[in-house]
């Protein structure tokens, strides 16, 4: 029974995306319908998402966080993100800002990259827990560390200004070079602006740091 519903979620995946069949929200719909109707969390999620963006159904936001709620229960991080998500703003859900941190520490901790920078970014703010700027930085970190840039954008800033860690211009600058490289067009001007605050030697190790650094690895200057 579970290799069919699994087979009902694909059939439903192939119609969002065009995949060997044509492209139709509403088929998608339906099939994600039917594998959600017997609990499968990514179909459930899905049909949420659908139900969200109004792609190939009216949207119904009471109907998309119904399904976000069973998905998130399963433990489906991207559905606990967007759980998350709609308490923090209020948008669908009653604004809750300890139920966005709960569901977004759900799906932080199973290593979602989004999630992770919400929660960092609710540290850092202080929303509905006590600010500490510390675990922001922790969390910015495991985001960063992924590839995610935004985090590594707000991980530059933490650097920069010597919040929750000491101040490093030069670990600034490499955190704000990936973000920038990685099309997070925010960071453009902050490396640029970090950059004044570097000697020639000092710009010269940020960029080496940036060059040289892949995905899962954690920036670490050598002796200083």
């Known amino acids: 029974m579970q290799g069919y519903v ?10 969002m995306h065009g995949e060997g069949i ?7 719909v339906q099939w994600f319908q039917k594998a959600a109707e017997q609990g499968h969390a990514p179909a459930q999620y899905r049909l949420g998402a659908k139900y969200h963006e109004g792609d190939g159904i009216p949207k ?3 109907k998309a966080f119904h399904w976000y709620q069973k998905a998130a229960e399963q433990g489906f991080d991207l559905a606990q993100c967007e759980l998350g998500y709609g308490y923090s703003l209020g948008d669908g859900l009653p604004k809750d800002l300890a139920r966005a941190f709960h569901w977004y520490q759900k799906a932080a901790e199973q290593g979602y990259a989004l999630a992770q920078t919400n929660l960092a970014e609710m ?15 922790q969390w ?3 985001a960063a560390e992924q590839g995610f840039a935004e985090a590594q954008s707000k991980l530059a800033v933490m650097y920069q200004q010597g919040d929750g860690v000491t101040i490093d211009s030069v670990l600034a600058y490499a955190w704000a070079n ?8 925010k960071s453009v001007a902050l490396r640029d602006s970090i950059e004044t605050e570097l000697s020639f030697t000092e ?4 960029q080496l740091l940036a060059t040289n650094w892949v995905a899962g690895v954690v920036l670490v200057r050598g002796a200083q």
């Open 6 to 15: 699994a087979g009902q979620y694909m059939v439903g995946w192939m119609h």
């Open 22 to 28: 044509p492209k139709a929200a509403h088929k998608a």
């Open 60 to 62: 119904d936001l009471a």
């Open 123 to 137: 540290y850092q703010q202080g929303e509905g827990i006590p600010k500490d700027s510390v675990l922001a930085v």
């Open 140 to 142: 910015y970190q495991k």
């Open 178 to 185: 990936l973000a920038a490289s990685g099309g997070y067009d």
């Open 203 to 206: 710009l010269a190790e940020a």
